[in-house]
């Protein structure tokens, strides 16, 4: 089964604070994407990455930058954290762009 | 452009009722179409997906869907529902070509009562 894995279930900063939020994937895949979910507004794409070292912006990217060094992990950083990012973050990876994603189980981010 | 519209936002349900659940799309190629569940507190896991081939798709928990090309839709149905199927249901898009995302719609939440 493909396992993807967030580093904190919960995390709670402080405005102004930089904020890392990693993604680690064990199946090889290709493409790996960073969503934000916040009641009645669904999944919105932050950034996604079909490369190491290649991103692309989402719908939001917006006070948000994204890391792949490797394949396997890709990084989201908030480089000065806003009560307005307080939030469920997603990440998932798939093997091709438009094939299955697999999620992780999100990281709730409280910035006060 | 691409979308996805699920016009429930939240449905209430008896236990042992037949359960269906609405999503249109909106794409100018030939469309993969998925449905995730995503429990309280957790991410989104896979119940089925269309890519090709019978237009009928049978999922994991006793959840199939239809894909209809003629009304852009891809409804998804359980036809007796159990208290542990209450969760949130998110129906996706993405191209069989050129595409290198999906499109989420804003969800449905689905309530179970005894």
């Known amino acids: 089964d493909v396992k993807v894995t967030q580093s904190s279930r919960y995390l709670v900063k402080r405005t102004g604070e930089k904020v890392f939020l990693e993604c680690v994937q064990d199946?090889?895949?290709?493409?790996m994407f960073w969503y934000r979910q916040d009641p009645g507004l669904g999944l919105r794409l932050i950034y996604f990455?079909?490369?190491?070292?290649?991103?692309e912006k989402g719908d939001i990217p917006e006070g948000y930058s994204v890391s792949r060094e490797k394949k396997e992990r890709f990084s989201l950083i908030l480089e000065s954290a806003s009560t307005n990012q307080t939030s469920m973050y997603l990440c998932?990876?798939?093997?091709?762009?438009?094939?299955?994603?697999?999620f992780g189980p999100g990281t709730r981010l409280t910035v006060l | 452009a691409q979308s996805v519209t699920q016009p429930d936002i939240h449905i209430t349900v008896s236990e042992g009722a037949s359960l269906e659940l609405r999503c249109n799309y909106s794409?100018?190629?030939?469309?993969?179409l998925f449905w995730y569940v995503q429990s309280p507190g957790q991410g989104l896991q896979l119940l089925l997906k269309?890519?090709?081939?019978?237009?009928l798709v049978q999922g994991i928990k006793g959840f199939e869907a239809e894909f209809k090309r003629s009304q852009s839709s891809f409804n998804l149905r359980k036809p007796s529902v159990h208290w542990s199927d209450a969760a949130e249901y998110f129906c996706?898009?993405?191209?069989?070509?050129?595409?290198?995302?999906?499109?989420f719609g804003t969800g449905t939440r689905l309530t179970v009562i005894p």
């Open positions: 269309y890519f090709s081939g019978d237009t």
């Open positions: 998932a990876s798939s093997r091709t762009g438009s094939d299955t994603q697999y």
């Open positions: 794409y100018g190629a030939t469309p993969y």
């Open positions: 199946m090889d895949h290709e493409n």
């Open positions: 996706a898009v993405g191209a069989a070509t050129g595409a290198n995302n999906l499109f």
């Open positions: 990455s079909y490369d190491v070292k290649m991103k």
